[in-house]
C-alpha cells in the first residue's frame, strides 16, 4: 500500500498541476518509487470548445470524466463514483511506494469541487496537503482563507491535514485577473518569512511545506499555444513553436506611441487594418527585437503588398495570427486563458519541475523517503469496493425469499448487472414482473426467478429427513414449508443456493430461526453471532455481538471477539479488536468488568495471533487522545475497528444510536458461526444495503 498524499487547491488559480509535477519529481530525486493520479478529468481550460475541452480531459484513461462525475451526484450516486475511483486508483496504489493525487480544481462551473475532493480523500485514506496562493489578499486574509479552506476537510486539527504549500509568491497583482501582465512591468522582489510567520503554522502537524515564489518563465505559454487556443488563422507560422508569451500589449496608437511597447516576448494585438502598426513592428523584428507574435483582429487580413513588404520580417521567424473578434472581444479570451501546461511542451514542465522542487521543504521530502507509518483504516468506499471485487471472484449463487419486494427485486437486478453475485428470486413471477415493470425496473437475463408453488413438495421429504430427529413429520414439513423463508433455507441446507439473504420484510427472528434449526453452526463453532459493518465517513468499524446473544458468558464474549476478527481479516480488515465495558484497564469493578476482562483473556490465550484487548472504554478505544491518559500501554487503545459489546442490550443500543445520530450506513447483521451463510437486513433497509449484503453473503460462502 502506497503512501498517499493528495494535493487540494485553497481557492482559484493557485497552480495545481505545476505543484504536483514539483512534488512528484522532488520524490524521484529522493529515488522514491511516486506515482501519479488524477482521478476526475476536468475539460482543458484552454479550448473554448466544449466538445474538444472534454476529449482531452479524458485522455487519461485512469480518470473519470467530470460530466459523468456530475451525472452520478446529481442521481444521488456519489458512492458509485468513489468506488469507481478506487478500482482506477488500486491499480497505481500497488506499483509504487508514494503516490500523488490531483484534487478536482474549482472553477466557476465547478464551485462543488471542495466536497468532491474530501469524499475523494476520504475514500483514498490520503493524507491532505493544501495549495494555495495568497493573490493580492493581506497576510490576514490570506490565513483566514487558508484556515477556511481547511475547514472543509476538518479543521488544521485533522492528522490527516498535514500542511500547506504556497504558490506564486509576490505575483504581480494583474496576475489575479489574466495569465500575463499587460504592459506594466511588475516586481520581482521576494520576501518570504511574512509568510512563515503564519501562526497556523505554529500547529504540531499543519506546516508549510513549501514556498514557491512567482516566476514569469514558469506561466509563459508558446505562441503555439495561444493560437489554438483562440482558434486563430495563420498567416505566418515564424517560430510560433518556440516563442513563449510573456506580456502582452493591445494597441491602436500612432507609432510614435507605439515603439516603447515593441518588446522581446510581448504579444502585439492590433486591429488587422492597422497597416502603420504592422510595418512597424515588422521593422522592429528586422532589427532584432524578437516580439513574441503579431495577431491581427476583426478578421482582417493585411493585403499582399503588405505582405511582400513585410516578407523579410516574417522569413526571419515572426509570427502572424488572424482572429474573427475586434479587440475589446480579443482581450476578453486572452484574459481568460489559463497557464496549463500543455503535454508536448517538455522544455515548460522540465523548468516547472526542476523550479518547484527547489522550493520544496527539504525534512519533508526526507520524511516520505523514510516512508511515514501508513494508516490502516479502510475508507467506507474502498471497503464498498473490496466488497463487489470479492464477490466477484466468488461468483456465488443468493436466495432472496423476498422476491416480490421491489427493493429487493432492484437490489437483484444490480447485482446481476454489476455481476457481484447470481440472485435467485422466490416469489410468484407475473407478479415480480408486473412489479418490475410498474417501477422501470431492468430485469437481466441472468436473473433467476422461482414461483414457490412450484418446487414446494420436492422439499417436505428431505426436511423430514434432516429433522426426524427432533419429531418432525410429514404434515408439519408441509405447513412450515408454505413460508418463503422455511423453503429458501432448506435450498441451500441441501446445497442449491449458496447464500441466503432476507429480512427486507421478515423479522431478524423469522429470518434467523430456520437457519438455526437447519442450517446449524459450523464445524468448531459453539455459537452463532452477529457483527454490523459501521461506514463512518472515514472508515469502517464493526461492532460485535447487536443482533444474536442477549447475555453471553466470558467464554462466548471470547467466541464472539475471536469470530468477529476472523470476519475483519476475511474483508481486508486487520483487525485490532476492543473488549468494551464501562471501565478500562483496572480503574473499575464489578461483574460485569469481571466477565469482560476474562473474556479478554480467554480470547487472547485461544488466538495469540491477533490484537486483542479489554476491558476499554468505548472512548478510550476509539479516541487517541483519551487512549494516551487511560490506556498508554494498550496496543489497541485509540486506533480500535473491531468492537465487541458485553450484552446484545448494550450492542444494539449502540449500533443505533451511531447509526441514527451519525447519518451512517450499516450493513448487517452478518451472521458468524453458520454452517452455510444465512444474513439479516433491516427492515428499513435501503436498495444498496441489500446489494451490498448480498456481496457479503458471496464473500462468506465463498469462504
Not at 522569413?315 to 481568460?336: A, E, F, K
Request: with cysteine; hydrophobic share 40%.
Amino acid at each position: 500500500m502506497a503512501h498517499r498524499i493528495m494535493l487540494i487547491p485553497a481557492g482559484f488559480g493557485v497552480g495545481l498541476s505545476s505543484i504536483s509535477l514539483g512534488l512528484i519529481h522532488a520524490c524521484q530525486q529522493q529515488g522514491i518509487n511516486t506515482g501519479h493520479f488524477k482521478p476526475i478529468s476536468q475539460p482543458a481550460r484552454n479550448c473554448r470548445n466544449k466538445a474538444s475541452a472534454q476529449a482531452k480531459a479524458n485522455e487519461n484513461s485512469s480518470s473519470i470524466a467530470l460530466s459523468y462525475v456530475e451525472q452520478q451526484i446529481g442521481d444521488g450516486r456519489s458512492d458509485i463514483v468513489l468506488e469507481q475511483i478506487i478500482e482506477n486508483f488500486n491499480a497505481i496504489d500497488k506499483a509504487h511506494d508514494v503516490v500523488i493525487i490531483e484534487g478536482l480544481i474549482p472553477t466557476t462551473r465547478q464551485p462543488y469541487a471542495g466536497r468532491v475532493n474530501r469524499d475523494v480523500a476520504r475514500a483514498l485514506s490520503a493524507e491532505i496537503v493544501l495549495v494555495a496562493a495568497q493573490d493580492n489578499d493581506s497576510l490576514d486574509e490570506f490565513e483566514d482563507r487558508i484556515e477556511m479552506s481547511a475547514e472543509t476537510f476538518g479543521g488544521i486539527k485533522n492528522p490527516k491535514l498535514i500542511g500547506c504549500i504556497i504558490n506564486k509568491i509576490n505575483a504581480p497583482d494583474s496576475h489575479e485577473f489574466g495569465l500575463l501582465p499587460r504592459e506594466q512591468e511588475f516586481n520581482t522582489a521576494l520576501d518570504i518569512a511574512p509568510l512563515t510567520k503564519l501562526s497556523i503554522f505554529k500547529s504540531q502537524h499543519f506546516n508549510l511545506l513549501g514556498a514557491v515564489p512567482w516566476e514569469m518563465d514558469l506561466i509563459a505559454p508558446r505562441v503555439v499555444d495561444i493560437a489554438h487556443y483562440l482558434n486563430a488563422e495563420i498567416i505566418n507560422a515564424g517560430d510560433m513553436d518556440h516563442r513563449r508569451v510573456r506580456s502582452i500589449s493591445f494597441c491602436a496608437r500612432s507609432v510614435d506611441n507605439l515603439m516603447s511597447h515593441l518588446q522581446p516576448s510581448r504579444l502585439i494585438v492590433t486591429p488587422g487594418d492597422r497597416t502603420d502598426i504592422i510595418i512597424a513592428t515588422c521593422l522592429s523584428a528586422l532589427n532584432g527585437t524578437k516580439v513574441a507574435a503579431l495577431v491581427l483582429t476583426n478578421g482582417y487580413i493585411p493585403n499582399e503588398s503588405i505582405q511582400s513588404l513585410c516578407q523579410q520580417a516574417l522569413d526571419v521567424g515572426l509570427p502572424v495570427l488572424s482572429v474573427p473578434w475586434d479587440t475589446w472581444q480579443t482581450s476578453r479570451h486572452l484574459i481568460n486563458f489559463t497557464p496549463d501546461i500543455p503535454q508536448d511542451d517538455v522544455q515548460r514542465q522540465e523548468k516547472v519541475k526542476e523550479y518547484v522542487a527547489e522550493h520544496l521543504t527539504p525534512n519533508w521530502l526526507l520524511q516520505l523517503g523514510n516512508q511515514a507509518p501508513i494508516s490502516e483504516k479502510m475508507s467506507p468506499p474502498a471497503f464498498r469496493h473490496k466488497l463487489t471485487e470479492l464477490a466477484r471472484q466468488a461468483n456465488k449463487l443468493i436466495i432472496l425469499p423476498e422476491g416480490t419486494d421491489v427493493r429487493t427485486i432492484k437490489a437483484a437486478a444490480i447485482c446481476v448487472e454489476r455481476n457481484i453475485a447470481r440472485c435467485q428470486l422466490l416469489g410468484d413471477k407475473d407478479t415480480i414482473l408486473r412489479i418490475a415493470q410498474q417501477q422501470g425496473i431492468h430485469l437481466p437475463d441472468g436473473l433467476l426467478i422461482t414461483d414457490p408453488r412450484t418446487i414446494r413438495e420436492n422439499y417436505v421429504a428431505p426436511m423430514v429427513q434432516l429433522r426426524k430427529a427432533k419429531g418432525m413429520t410429514e404434515v408439519v414439513a408441509k405447513q412450515q414449508l408454505k413460508e418463503d423463508i422455511v423453503l429458501a433455507t432448506m435450498m441451500l441446507q441441501l446445497g442449491q443456493v449458496d447464500g441466503l439473504v432476507s429480512g427486507a420484510v421478515n423479522t431478524t427472528a423469522h429470518t434467523i430461526r430456520p437457519a438455526l434449526s437447519l442450517i446449524k453452526t459450523a464445524e468448531g463453532s459453539a455459537l452463532v453471532s452477529s457483527i454490523f459493518f459501521m461506514l463512518l465517513p472515514d472508515q469502517v468499524l464493526i461492532y460485535g455481538d447487536c443482533a444474536i446473544n442477549p447475555e453471553p458468558n466470558a467464554e462466548q464474549l471470547a467466541d464472539i471477539a475471536i469470530q468477529s476478527a476472523d470476519s475483519a481479516i476475511q474483508f481486508g480488515i486487520a483487525p485490532k479488536v476492543a473488549m468494551i465495558s464501562y471501565s478500562t484497564g483496572t480503574s473499575g469493578f464489578g461483574a460485569d468488568v469481571e466477565k469482560v476482562a476474562a473474556a479478554t483473556k480467554i480470547a487472547q490465550q485461544r488466538r495469540p495471533d491477533l490484537v486483542i484487548d479489554g476491558p476499554l472504554q468505548y472512548d478510550a478505544a476509539i479516541m487517541e487522545n483519551v487512549a494516551r491518559k487511560k490506556a498508554p500501554n494498550s496496543p489497541v487503545a485509540g486506533q480500535a475497528n473491531v468492537f465487541i459489546f458485553p450484552d446484545l442490550n448494550t450492542g444494539n443500543t449502540t449500533y443505533k444510536a451511531v447509526q441514527r445520530s451519525a447519518d451512517l450506513v450499516s450493513i448487517g447483521p452478518m451472521l458468524q458461526g453458520m454452517r452455510k451463510p444465512v444474513n439479516d437486513l433491516s427492515r428499513g433497509a435501503l436498495v444498496d444495503d441489500i446489494v451490498y449484503t448480498i456481496a457479503l453473503t458471496a464473500i462468506q460462502a465463498q469462504a
